[in-house]
């Protein structure tokens, strides 16, 4: 099967009805006096974000901003594979790929598109126009069910390299984010050739354990890996170790699941000590939730981490470094023993660097053919979402020498 499909996103009324009968029938755990947010998501806050879901967020809205742009499906390998697919008016335009993260979606993209594929009517050069492809990644979104197991980075990028071809895209660039930004240089290692380019922020970068990986990283760098080995990653435990036992709860209750995404959101945005809403608006991550609510993707979402991290034998603990400190506590990989140690990557890699992020710029130049390096001063994990503008300018800056 080669064929691509017009898609649009048409969520039954009945399955709105019925998320908002869930929320109102809650019911709520028991929380501990004045721990805030060190334990989780409080009750008090989540409460409210509950009820604004309920009976103030419109999902026909968010449903309308996903339809305002092409959508497409098609089946590759037997994997289905949805995306949005939105061409420049301008005659250079380069094709451009934009993966998204967890826990995000192509929701992700919405305010990027309009910019990227006309930058004429945004302020810009219209010599910056990209055609743009933004899937939902195998697992994700409207690209379900899962083919099987071992749908990995690696494979991902397989899905989407052949994607890219049936659209009529041979050469593109590519964007990624958090797990995008672990696809995007797979996508380039599959196919040099193919690929102008590869731009990326929210980078994780490892140790290998290799004798003197440490020496001469700067005391931000020192900070980055300390923030790195000390980071909440309970989500992460349960998404690699048993992405289906977790998947039960979080797909039966809407306060579970957002709950689960809401914390990342707290987290993961700038500033660290403000609120999600200070950074993403509430309805922006109620779309988001409501995208793996409606889809009930929760389990299949959280199966690349079970691939990347349990399936593929990496092990927790140790960083196998030689300054004497252990590695991150979790799944890392950090593991010298089981190999971080990647092939180095030879398509041009730009990275964009947030305040909120942990990027350590020489692991980062061991792996890939880094050319560009952008540090941001302010700034979190959800880029596209928080700075719009600020992921369009470095994009658009990044690929101008690359065209």
Request: glycine share 10%.
């Amino acid at each position: 099967m080669t064929n691509i499909s017009p898609f649009k996103v048409d969520i039954p009324q009945e399955q709105i009805d019925d998320l908002r009968a869930r929320l109102a029938a809650t019911r709520w755990p028991y929380e501990l006096p004045g721990v805030g947010w060190d334990r989780g998501v409080p009750v008090g806050y989540l409460k409210g974000l509950a009820e604004h879901w309920r009976t103030g967020f419109d999902w026909r809205r968010a449903e309308a901003a996903i339809n305002a742009f092409p959508q497409f499906t098609t089946e590759v390998d037997g994997q289905r594979l949805h995306f949005l697919h939105v061409r420049s008016a301008e005659p250079d335009a380069v094709p451009l790929l934009l993966l998204h993260g967890w826990p995000g979606g192509v929701t992700d993209f919405l305010d990027v598109i309009g910019p990227l594929t006309d930058p004429r009517a945004h302020g810009g050069d219209p010599a910056d126009a990209f055609h743009v492809v933004v899937p939902s990644l195998p697992g994700f979104g409207f690209s379900t069910p899962l083919a099987g197991p071992g749908m990995n980075a690696a494979r991902m990028a397989d899905v989407l390299l052949e994607a890219m071809s049936r659209i009529g895209y041979e050469r593109f660039a590519v964007q990624g984010y958090d797990l995008g930004a672990w696809v995007a240089p797979k996508i380039a290692a599959a196919a040099p050739g193919r690929v102008l380019g590869v731009h990326v922020n929210a980078l994780l970068t490892f140790p290998t354990g290799a004798d003197g990986e440490f020496d001469g990283l700067s005391d931000a760098e020192h900070r980055h890996w300390e923030r790195m080995r000390n980071f909440n990653d309970a989500y992460l435990q349960c998404n690699s170790k048993r992405p289906q036992t977790i998947a039960y709860a979080l797909t039966d209750s809407p306060v579970g699941q957002l709950a689960w995404i809401t914390e990342k959101f707290k987290e993961l945005t700038w500033p660290p000590d403000g609120l999600p809403e200070d950074a993403v608006p509430r309805d922006r991550i109620l779309a988001d939730v409501s995208m793996y609510w409606f889809t009930a993707t929760a389990g299949s979402s959280a199966q690349i981490y079970y691939e990347e991290i349990t399936a593929s034998g990496w092990s927790s603990g140790d960083s196998g470094s030689t300054d004497g400190e252990d590695g991150e506590d979790g799944a890392s990989g950090t593991d010298g023993a089981s190999g971080w140690a990647v092939q180095r990557g030879t398509v041009p890699m730009g990275v964009l660097v947030s305040a909120h992020d942990v990027t350590i710029r020489p692991w980062a130049e061991r792996d890939h053919n880094v050319v560009r390096w952008t540090q941001l001063t302010d700034g979190g994990h959800f880029l596209s979402l928080e700075a719009p503008d600020v992921l369009t300018r470095d994009v658009r800056e990044f690929f101008r020498s690359l065209r």
